[in-house]
């Protein structure tokens, strides 16, 4: 069981925005940044977002990454078939001795 | 490019040991802290450990701390994951990634390989 909390599905129409969220903690998502990743089936998982709201380059602006308190959340606007993929948010728990903590995933299915 | 190229994984009995490497490639490695994530079949992913560019310090997630220990030879460009007295929730793809900073702390996964399975099974 994650501290990161993410709802286990989300779909949408293609052209639609779909919206993802990660609730965390003060001394996780309330206290440090947040990163996003996209895993297609059969592939390593790649950064989409980090630093909250930062893409790297060759990510679309489709993309986009915001927080609040101790939630995030990951938008893709002008959902494409080719987005159907599985979401991750990461981030450091300071409460934990550990590395860094990613939610429990997100599958995105356009309709 | 930057590349990571995981090996190691394999059928391992109950108990047993292995140990994974990473060669990396394409970046300055002690630069950079590294990581393990491993993911179960058909389960999301797991940050099981980090090390920093010097690997003088480490960071072990409860799951697995005190069985798997991690290590970076910076001459050969190669990180290491001993792991051991494994169990059968151990199975997944074990993947090495290339974190953002120096310091392992705060840093996240910029780059992964694509992985290397581990199996535990009699």
């Known amino acids: 069981q994650s501290v990161l909390t993410q709802p286990p599905s989300a779909s949408g129409t293609p052209g639609q925005r779909v919206t993802i969220s990660c609730s965390g903690s003060?001394?996780?998502?309330?206290?440090?940044?947040v990163h996003w990743y996209q895993q297609f089936p059969g592939t390593a998982p790649k950064l989409l977002i980090y630093?909250?709201?930062q893409r790297p380059s060759g990510v679309s602006d489709r993309f986009s990454g915001s927080k609040s308190g101790t939630s995030a959340s990951l938008a893709i606007s002008g959902l494409r078939s080719e987005d159907e993929a599985d979401y991750y948010c990461?981030?450091?728990?300071?409460?934990?001795?550990?590395?860094?903590?990613f939610g429990g995933g997100t599958k995105v299915t356009v309709l | 490019d930057v590349q990571l190229v995981e090996s190691g994984g394999g059928l391992v009995q109950p108990g047993g040991s292995r140990r994974l490497s990473c060669a990396a490639s394409?970046?300055?490695?002690?630069?950079?802290?590294m990581s393990w994530v491993r993911q179960a079949p058909g389960k999301g992913l797991e940050w099981v450990s980090a090390?920093?560019?010097?690997?003088?310090?480490?960071y072990y997630a409860e799951s697995v701390k005190g069985r798997f220990t991690m290590s970076r030879d910076n001459s050969k460009n190669t990180l290491y994951l001993q792991i051991d007295s494994l169990r059968a929730d151990d199975t997944a793809l074990y993947y090495c990634?290339?974190?953002?900073?120096?310091?392992?702390?705060?840093?996240?996964?910029?780059?992964w390989g694509q992985g290397t399975m581990v199996i535990v099974s009699s």
């Open positions: 090390i920093s560019g010097s690997g003088a310090i480490t």
């Open positions: 630093m909250n709201n």
């Open positions: 990461a981030t450091w728990d300071d409460s934990l001795s550990g590395p860094g903590v």
């Open positions: 003060s001394s996780n998502i309330g206290r440090n940044y």
């Open positions: 394409g970046f300055t490695f002690d630069d950079h802290a």
């Open positions: 990634a290339k974190l953002s900073g120096k310091a392992a702390v705060q840093a996240y996964p910029l780059i």
